[in-house]
């Protein structure tokens, strides 16, 4: 089968596009082949090894010291089951699914996957569509869920135009949440047509300087001030922190600075309830993928490229379109 190998640590180019051996399922697993997967950020960063200094020394370790033991990247896809391990019983052969993967696996044709992390395609939506729920949602819910979200709450989400945070203001929204969503110039008008209330250009706008108080603050990115953006929180407000630098987990120890208010660092853990709730959403018309490009599977290298330029809005797709062999 076809697939991108991560030769060695580095730029977009370390990625080649090669003939490798089809993988088979353990008793646990299925065996999907690959309609889409979807250019997870966290797979450049992996990439290029630009990784939170806490996690460095232990994930080198386990991925390789001078170059990566896992050879194919790729966190999260849209296929069809063509086989299933021993100990499968809720898949069949011809099932649309989507799936995050545990260690990467979604650059090839052919991917295997634990059947407990699979779950079937919603009817409304394409492969391309499907690709990118898993991860970037499962991620959102679980800072939204963080926050406590109520029904009429105000809540902020900085850095709203990406993967993550494209659906954690379309789940806010289910969630009944008032949304501001704060990301760059070119990127509001998407985040007005899946539903922000409110959209802040924060190269023009600093959002805690507008004398507004939320109830949530959600920064998927790790880059809003941590001290202003508690100014910005109401009394029994919450801050969750989906990718915190260093300096913002070290200080959220730090009780005597909060004064009233919560802060949540957000580490996912993926569980089916909750890739069913989000199908659940899907089907209900609530929640929605946005893709802002797509590319055939070995063209993978310019879909590096393009994430990392910082013009991304939502998700960049990779699909099996003349991807050559499908053996």
């Not at 806490?54 to 010291?65: A, K, T, V």
């Not at 394409?126 to 926050?147: D, I, M, P, Q, T």
């Not at 990392?308 to 699909?319: D, F, M, R």
Request: net charge positive.
């Amino acid at each position: 089968m076809k697939a991108v190998v991560w030769t060695k640590y580095g730029p977009p180019e370390v990625l080649q596009f090669e003939e490798v051996d089809k993988p088979t399922p353990k008793d646990d697993e299925v065996l999907i082949k690959m309609a889409a997967a979807n250019v997870f950020p966290g797979d450049c960063e992996m990439r290029r090894f630009q990784i939170h200094p806490l996690f460095w020394l232990p994930l080198r370790l386990f991925l390789g010291i001078r170059k990566p033991r896992i050879k194919i990247l790729g966190q999260e896809l849209a296929g069809e089951v063509v086989a299933v391990g021993k100990a499968v019983t809720q898949y069949k052969q011809g099932d649309q699914v989507f799936s995050p993967t545990e260690f990467g696996g979604a650059y090839a044709e052919y991917v295997r996957t634990k059947s407990k992390l699979t779950t079937l395609k919603p009817a409304n939506m394409s492969y391309e569509e499907a690709a990118a729920v898993s991860v970037g949602g499962l991620n959102a819910l679980h800072f939204v869920r963080k926050g406590k979200i109520q029904r009429g709450q105000k809540v902020l989400i900085f850095g709203a135009a990406g993967c993550i945070g494209t659906m954690a203001v379309q789940i806010a929204k289910a969630f009944g949440a008032e949304v501001t969503a704060v990301d760059s110039t070119l990127k509001l008008d998407m985040l007005s047509s899946i539903g922000a209330d409110h959209v802040i250009d924060y190269t023009q706008e600093d959002f805690t300087q507008n004398g507004e108080s939320y109830d949530v603050i959600i920064d998927v990115v790790g880059k809003s001030s941590y001290s202003r953006s508690l100014k910005s929180l109401k009394h029994d407000g919450y801050f969750v922190l989906g990718n915190a630098p260093t300096s913002h987990m070290l200080r959220s120890l730090w009780p005597s600075s909060i004064r009233g208010k919560h802060v949540r660092v957000a580490i996912t853990a993926y569980r089916t309830e909750d890739l069913v709730f989000l199908k659940e959403l899907i089907e209900q018309g609530k929640l929605k993928t946005v893709i802002d490009r797509i590319y055939p599977l070995q063209q993978t290298v310019e879909a590096h490229r393009y994430v990392e330029s910082g013009q991304k809005a939502g998700n960049v797709i990779l699909t099996m379109a003349d991807s050559g062999s499908q053996t």
